[in-house]
């Protein structure tokens, strides 16, 4: 045994000395805890679930991790949430539109033995919803139709210039426009991860909208010369319709 060792070990012999170490280990366990539950509180709202899941905070208490949703999926559109997602949602099932679509065949909810995926009508239910990237080839060249044309519910349509857009009343977020995007591929030697159109969740699509709504309320009143007091009742009012009637 090496002085070093013998000298690591002595110390460790010190109750004092071994309380000190105990009590660093446990401050960055839970440190380390904390930040994986900390980032899997922002990470779970952005997360797109089978179709018939329960609201999230229900639906990852009810959800044993049991894997029979995504093994019945036969379309391989039913994955399972991995470490970058958060702690929490480590090993839950999501939907992986890059591997397959969703054809709203009720198995998952069939199979599921917890209720964390309820029985749903395949004619109304909505995933999500789609919306076009940066990465969209058409949105550049308009050469690129292939989302348009392998929608099922005729949910995107082409403006003059042949760049897609998504109809949100259409839209129930099935997936085959994402798995069927070829911007990656074609785009690879630019490194693009993100495919020109994804299914994205209906709350991140409302605080976006109403975001952009704020924004131009103040633009308005900004132009307008309007006062301060105006101009915030203006935003809080534009908020409230927008959120009446949107169709997310």
Do not use: W
Not at 10 to 16: E, F, G, H, R
Not at 22 to 37: K, T
Not at 180 to 201: E, L, M, T
Request: contains cysteine; charged residues 20%; positive net charge.
């Amino acid at each position: 045994m090496t002085k070093c060792q013998q000298e690591t070990r002595q110390s460790l012999k010190d109750p004092a000395r071994r309380d000190l170490i105990a009590g660093a280990a446990g401050a960055v366990g839970l440190v380390v805890f904390g930040g994986f539950i900390c980032h899997s509180t922002v990470s779970e709202a952005s997360l797109v679930r089978p179709p018939g899941s329960r609201p999230e905070a229900e639906f990852l208490a009810r959800c044993i991790r049991c894997d029979r949703c995504r093994s019945v999926c036969h379309t391989n559109a039913v994955g399972i949430a991995h470490f970058e997602t958060g702690f929490l949602a480590m090993r839950t099932p999501v939907m992986t539109f890059h591997l397959g679509h969703c054809d709203f065949c009720k198995k998952c909810a069939e199979v599921c033995p917890t209720g964390a995926i309820e029985d749903f009508a395949p004619e109304t239910v909505r995933i999500r919803i789609a919306v076009v990237t940066e990465s969209c080839i058409a949105l550049r060249t308009g050469a690129c139709t292939k989302c348009y044309e392998a929608c099922p519910y005729d949910a995107v349509t082409l403006d003059a210039r042949r760049r897609p857009i998504v109809d949100s009343l259409k839209c129930n977020g099935c997936g085959m426009c994402e798995y069927i995007c070829p911007s990656n591929i074609f785009q690879a030697y630019q490194g693009k991860r993100v495919r020109g159109i994804i299914v994205r969740p209906l709350e991140a699509l409302k605080v976006k909208v109403l975001g952009e709504v704020v924004r131009s309320a103040h633009d308005f009143c900004a132009c307008s010369a309007l006062s301060h007091s105006f101009c915030s009742s203006f935003s809080v009012l534009f908020c409230t319709r927008a959120a009446e009637h949107s169709p997310l």
